[in-house]
């Protein structure tokens, strides 16, 4: 009963990340299918615990902290993380790993110029949704789920060391790389209207969790949280829009006829 009742506090409790969990599950499979899916959640969690009991007892590599001893009994555990943390990675990766591509791509195409214009926005999208998440995850009585985490010492960011953020980017770049170098071979393909685009669902997907954590920050009362997110987006989105619109025009342009004098 221990177990179920851990299983349950992990998945129903914890039920934002089963949530995000079966969306990735959708999107992975059907964009990799199911062996590249499962090599990549493999290699996800064994990043995520590693890297997160690492920092538990070695402060390596997000610098000290520790979970709430009291989440004991109610999760399930693995080590001395509890286990949804981990199983955060796998869908934290995949959407910033497939908004960036859809970023560096534009709406009308599958694939970017350039590999390495996939992965480094998709590494940078990541790392930004972490920049949202910590913060607000760590609001402590005001976060709806309660204390989860503590860092030892004091930080820059709404209280998270610069150590934390740098290890975070170091396992980001393992795992969006692992996704870029499985996908890499994959072809080029026009798309004729964006809503058709295989990315797109990733890339909403990806927004909507930003604001989520955002509104939930402003209802909480850190307005600070909440309006550094609004300020970091909106030039973000204005910018990819005004890209966007330009490489429709460009695609579109090329697509018309040539009229021979």
């Known amino acids: 009963m221990t177990l179920v009742h851990e299983a349950a506090g992990t998945f129903i409790g914890r039920?934002?990340?089963t949530v995000?969990?079966?969306?990735?599950?959708?999107?992975?499979?059907a964009?990799?299918?199911w062996k590249k899916t499962s090599i990549y959640v493999i290699v996800a969690l064994v990043v995520g615990v590693s890297a997160e009991n690492a920092s538990v007892h070695f402060g390596i590599p997000y610098t000290s902290y520790t979970f709430n001893p009291a989440l004991r009994g109610k999760e399930l555990f693995v080590g001395?993380?509890?286990?949804?943390?981990?199983?955060s990675y796998t869908f934290m990766g995949y959407f910033g790993f497939a908004a960036g591509r859809i970023i560096a791509s534009g709406p009308m195409r599958t694939r970017a110029r350039a590999l390495w214009h996939e992965y480094v926005v998709g590494l940078m999208l990541t790392v930004w949704a972490l920049w949202i998440m910590d913060p607000v995850s760590r609001l402590g009585p005001r976060w709806f789920l309660g204390y989860v985490f503590r860092y030892r010492g004091p930080g820059f960011w709404f209280g998270l060391?610069?150590?934390s953020q740098a290890g975070f980017t170091l396992t980001a770049a393992i795992l969006v790389g692992v996704l870029t170098w499985m996908t890499r071979d994959?072809?080029?393909e026009h798309v004729g209207r964006w809503t058709d685009h295989p990315h797109m669902?990733?890339?909403i997907t990806y927004n909507a969790e930003i604001a989520w954590l955002a509104i939930v920050a402003v209802v909480l009362g850190a307005d600070e949280i909440g309006g550094?997110?609004?300020l970091i987006w909106v030039p973000a989105a204005t910018v990819t829009a005004v890209l966007w619109s330009n490489a429709r025009a460009s695609e579109t342009k090329s697509e018309e006829p040539t009229v021979l004098p």
């Open 161 to 163: 060391p610069l150590g």
């Open 31 to 33: 964009h990799m299918g």
């Open 80 to 87: 001395d993380v509890p286990l949804m943390v981990p199983l």
């Open 228 to 230: 550094s997110a609004l």
């Open 186 to 188: 994959e072809p080029d």
């Open 201 to 203: 669902t990733a890339l």
């Open 20 to 29: 995000l969990g079966l969306v990735f599950l959708w999107r992975a499979i």
């Open 15 to 17: 039920w934002y990340v």
